[in-house]
DNA sequence: GATCGATGTCTTGTATGGTAGTATATTTCG
DNA sequence: CGAAATATACTACCATACAAGACATCGATC
């Protein structure tokens, strides 16, 4: 019934980078749903390649959370948590205010200008493409991490914010809308460049507490998605 | 000339686990310098193990930013940035502040109790034990996530913590005194205690500022062991 | 009919062989 | 003598085979 599913011939990263970077794509936006038993024989048939690429990527799938590893018995897209969403935004939140005042003392004026760019961009594909303008919306906060000198701190913050993207991809209806995520974009672009850090970490601080007021609606919507 | 060392017999965790655990407390401790070329095969040699569980391990120690995996060329154990140690402070200080300030408002009498025991505890054994001293000092700053109710959050400071570990066991002697370090910990737990969100936060960042006093001085005396 | 047990079939865990790529030492040629 | 070509000894990567535990199904026994 199913076909060979071929991966893109690239042979610049590994296969297992590969099929990891595949499976948490189709995690995250919650193709493969929460809860299902994923079988490394299964899924490397369906690609066409050995079990063992596979075994590496449920590897790196398990250390970001994304899967539950259960020896000698299977393993599994794991439920959302809505605790762990909150932990994850509490996180964020620490970090990126911490990262957006100092942005608000030391961006340079290219950084500043690339930000912008980006709010821009966002402003021209609001129109359907959600893919596309949550793509714009991790460039941007991004660099606000470079912007700030922080780069490698983002890596600590993106670990965990798939855990919130989840989410995000569960409802696009029950999501803040677009053109308002932007217009809070501008707000922070906006303190950094006044060289207003309290400023900045108040639109910072606004803008993650929106991101995840419709998450107890959401749970509500799709118990069977979310841990318990 | 060297004998096979074996893993104790621990039929819990598979022998990935151990293997990882264990050449993770190598690097960080040092016994394991930077730099240094790891080979899937010489370790499986020395442990009596077959090379697919050391493979596993060496994953892992890659998402943890510890080994740095060339394809066809060999594994190595990465050098220690300043840069990236300083961000890692950047990064730990940004949450644990927060962390504290939540404990501030949140903690329990029972959870304020076991910090204070915490404290004992690296009292008694101040005098020379350096790794049971580490060992509690990881369990203190666990415990005051747990304190906060943010016992998940501690998991994304606790991987990008080993960076700054690597550099405390460099230098005992360089490292700032355990007995301040005890002290503090007691100001950090006294104004949770009293409940005073700001002077937690104080205590919080001057303890973590202190720890990192020594870095330049350190990577000045160690240059082989820091990048470039 | 209910309960216990053997068994078949799943799963992940481990071992091992082969392959391709890289770095280095060696040889060969200009 | 110097430099390019080649042999060699590594490496990680992938495929494959086997082992061992978990679980469901079925059957025998009480």
Redesign the interface.
């Known amino acids: 019934m199913s076909t060979i599913i071929p991966l893109r011939p690239d042979n610049q990263s590994?296969i297992a980078a590969q099929i990891h970077r595949r499976l948490r794509e189709d995690i995250v936006r919650g193709a493969l749903a929460p809860g299902q038993a994923l079988s490394e024989s299964e899924i490397s048939t369906r690609y066409g390649i050995s079990r063992q690429p596979v075994?590496?990527a449920f590897?790196?799938l398990a250390?970001d959370n994304l899967v539950s590893i259960q020896?000698q018995r299977g393993t599994f897209v794991v439920r959302i948590s809505v605790?762990?969403v909150m932990?994850a935004r509490?996180?964020r939140?620490?970090?990126e205010?911490?990262v957006v005042r100092e942005a608000a003392r030391n961006a340079t004026t290219a950084a500043i200008a690339a930000l912008r760019e980006l709010v821009e961009c966002q402003r021209q594909v609001a129109a359907g493409d959600n893919d596309a303008f949550l793509a714009l919306d991790e460039a941007f906060h991004q660099e606000l991490a470079h912007a700030a000198g922080?780069r490698?701190?983002w890596q600590?913050v993106d670990?965990?914010k798939a855990q919130m993207d989840r989410v995000r991809y569960l409802s696009y209806e029950a999501a803040t809308p677009v053109d308002r995520l932007i217009a809070q974009h501008e707000r922070i672009v906006d303190a950094i460049a006044a060289r207003n850090p309290d400023e900045a970490e108040a639109a910072v601080r606004a803008h993650l507490e929106e991101i995840l007021e419709s998450l107890p609606e959401i749970a509500r919507q799709y118990p069977e998605v979310f841990e318990r």
């Open positions: 590994s075994r590496e590897i790196r250390n020896p605790k762990d932990d509490f996180v939140e620490a970090v205010v911490a922080r490698s701190a600590a670990r965990i």
